[in-house]
């Protein structure tokens, strides 16, 4: 049973580009949280979504930022005109549909760099 | 203002000892988690404990919590050199379900 699949592991845009990262839950998951960690900082919670649905996007900056986890297919962290200060390391996280122990399942993280 | 508070920021300690981090948080919470991280790696879960837990085990681990303080504390006992990691205190508040807050972390280094 495979876990949380992030890709890219490492990313490098320039200032401007678009930068697109992938996560695929865990089997049997159907919730999945984005999070976004500094440079020896703990996680910042992004946004929490369902299949089709944002549930909490209280941790998206308003510009730039999108996420979407559709019917098919693995949720999409995207981040439109990067600019430096969007280097981090973004973290994906599942949990299952029903009987959630609270536990959240991480995968290894997509690293941007952004020059 | 950041939910869940680890101290300290940074522990050395030998082969053997215990290492003992804690953890304070400032809203109502339907359960508290430790994570660890190693470097360059995603966040492994290592225990939970609810709101009307006062102590859980696991392993070389011991997990308190003291809601009337608003504060939890990780024990792990007989540490090795591959306890090196980051580990990070987690709160699930009571009007978000699903949604962790996550502390700064200590940064736990030991040495053989």
């Known amino acids: 049973n495979a876990g949380v699949m992030q890709n890219p592991r490492h990313l490098v845009r320039r200032r401007g580009q678009e930068a697109r990262l992938r996560c695929s839950p865990m089997k049997g998951h159907s919730h999945v949280y984005w999070y976004r960690q500094l440079p020896e900082e703990g996680l910042k919670f992004m946004v929490y979504?369902?299949?089709?649905?944002?549930?909490?996007e209280s941790g998206m900056p308003k510009e730039r930022f999108s996420a979407e986890f559709p019917k098919e297919g693995p949720s999409i962290l995207r981040i439109q005109q990067v600019v430096r200060g969007d280097s981090a390391a973004y973290f994906c996280a599942s949990s299952p549909t029903v009987g959630t122990t609270g536990e959240l399942f991480f995968g290894e993280g997509s690293r941007l760099t952004v020059l | 203002s950041q939910q869940g508070e680890e101290d300290p920021q940074a522990l050395s300690i030998q082969e053997g000892e215990n290492a003992t981090m804690n953890c304070s948080y400032k809203?109502?919470?339907?359960?508290l988690q430790w994570y660890r991280q190693n470097s360059g790696r995603g966040l492994v879960h290592l225990i939970l404990i609810r709101s009307n837990e006062r102590e859980k085990h696991s392993g070389r681990l011991r997990v308190t919590l003291d809601t009337s303080k608003k504060s939890s504390s990780l024990l792990i006992t007989a540490s090795r050199a591959a306890d090196t990691a980051s580990y990070f205190c987690?709160?699930?508040?009571?009007?978000?379900?699903?949604?962790?807050?996550f502390g700064a972390g200590t940064q736990v280094v030991v040495t053989p």
């Open positions: 979504l369902q299949k089709e649905n944002i549930i909490d």
């Open positions: 809203t109502s919470i339907n359960n």
């Open positions: 987690a709160t699930e508040a009571t009007d978000s379900w699903g949604k962790l807050q």
